[in-house]
């Protein structure tokens, strides 16, 4: 069965710390792999996307890394702020279909 | 600016009413989706469309309809609104080529059905 599984289902950090969110994926073929910010009562926003063939991407504060033999992916956030409170989605594209995963919550507290 | 747009963002209505959920974007995007999403958890595909007059059902098994008779509008609706239908639905759009593996999502309609 295809599937994206996360891990912590929920993380507290104080501000200015780092972290690191964690996907385990099942999706078989892979195509590609993206990672979404997704604020409270708003629609998610994409972060990164990654092929096969990538094995990191950064946008900004945030790191993404794909190992594709161990279908694992993990999102780093360094120095983490306030702003950065919200749910991390990440996302595994089957040929034309997305498979989601149901996020990480990320509250960065002052 | 382009964008990706949902009306409204908050819905509080009756059982039994139609209700429809807007969704506009002006990227010039040929493929449109709907969403829904229960709170904390993931994202279930309810409809898609891939271009004007096509439109189809997604993963999740849904009573609502949609249609796609422009490019730029593919709104949703619900002939008899029932608590079940509690939900927030987002609707997102995507591209061609490059853009073909990236989701614009809208800011989402959050509805409840008393």
């Known amino acids: 069965k295809n599937q994206v599984e996360q891990s912590p289902q929920s993380l507290i950090i104080l501000e200015g710390k780092n972290c690191t969110l964690q996907?385990?994926?099942?999706?078989?073929?892979?195509?590609?792999l993206r990672w979404y910010k997704q604020d409270t009562g708003r629609g998610p926003v994409s972060l990164t996307i990654?092929?096969?063939?990538?094995n990191t991407k950064s946008n900004g504060r945030y790191t993404a890394t794909l190992d594709a033999d161990t279908k694992q992916s993990s999102l780093h956030i360094t120095a983490s702020q306030l702003s950065d409170s919200a749910s991390y989605i990440c996302?595994?594209?089957?040929?034309?279909?997305?498979?989601f995963g149901a996020g990480t919550r990320l509250a960065v507290h002052p | 600016e382009a964008d990706i747009y949902q009306t409204p963002r908050y819905l509080v209505i009756g059982t039994g009413k139609k209700i429809t959920l807007e969704c506009s974007q002006t990227?010039?995007?040929?493929?449109m989706y709907w969403y829904q999403q229960d709170p904390g958890m993931e994202l279930h595909l309810i409809h898609y469309?891939?271009?004007?007059?096509?439109?189809e059902k997604g993963d999740l098994s849904s009573e609502s309809t949609v249609s796609r008779i422009r490019t730029e509008h593919f709104p949703l609706t619900l002939e008899s609104a029932r608590p079940s239908h509690t939900s927030q639905y987002l609707c997102?759009?995507?591209?061609?080529?490059?853009?073909?593996?990236?989701?614009?999502f809208g800011a989402g309609s959050r509805l409840t059905v008393l």
């Open positions: 469309s891939y271009g004007v007059n096509s439109t």
């Open positions: 996907c385990n994926y099942t999706v078989s073929p892979f195509s590609n």
């Open positions: 997102a759009s995507s591209g061609t080529g490059a853009g073909a593996n990236v989701l614009t």
């Open positions: 990654m092929t096969f063939s990538e």
């Open positions: 990227m010039g995007h040929d493929k």
């Open positions: 996302v595994v594209s089957l040929r034309n279909k997305l498979i």
